[in-house]
Nanobody
Framework: QVQLIESGGGLVPPGGSLRLSCVAS????????MGWFRQAPGKEREFVAS????????YYGDFVNGRFTISRDNTKNTIYLQMNNLKPEDTGVYYC????????????????WGQGTQVTVSS
């Protein structure tokens, strides 16, 4: 059984930065393309960013506009999302999971999602 644990969220003012982390237990993430998704209140979950298995190839949602960077450390079985110049519309719960890289579609490991980490951008 795999467990994805997201962390690093918090409350930041507009223009602020956060670095999210996703650690996996029970599975070696180096075998998968991985990505980040987010869900705002009352909205569907949407794609944010993805990384191919070795971290060289990345792909982002249109709204990112160079503000976010996805990376991974396969030796630590961890995926990161550096978010800069945050905007109020970035508020939501952020999740990581397996992804179809380059398409922005989730392919959840064992059909499961973690608890996510809350990001709130507000002054």
């Amino acid at each position: 059984q795999v467990q994805l644990i997201e962390s690093g969220g918090g409350l930041v003012p507009p223009g602020g930065s956060l670095r999210l982390s996703c650690v996996a237990s029970g599975r070696n993430l180096s075998a998968y393309h991985m990505g980040w998704f987010r869900q705002a209140p009352g909205k569907e979950r949407e794609f944010v960013a993805s990384s191919n298995m070795n971290g060289v190839g990345t792909y982002y949602g249109d709204f990112v506009n160079g503000r976010f960077t996805i990376s991974r450390d396969n030796t630590k079985n961890t995926i990161y999302l550096q978010m800069n110049n945050l905007k109020p519309e970035d508020t939501g719960v952020y999740y990581c999971n397996r992804v179809i890289h380059g398409v922005g579609v989730a392919a959840p490991l064992y059909g499961l999602w973690g608890q996510g980490t809350q990001v709130t951008v507000s002054s």
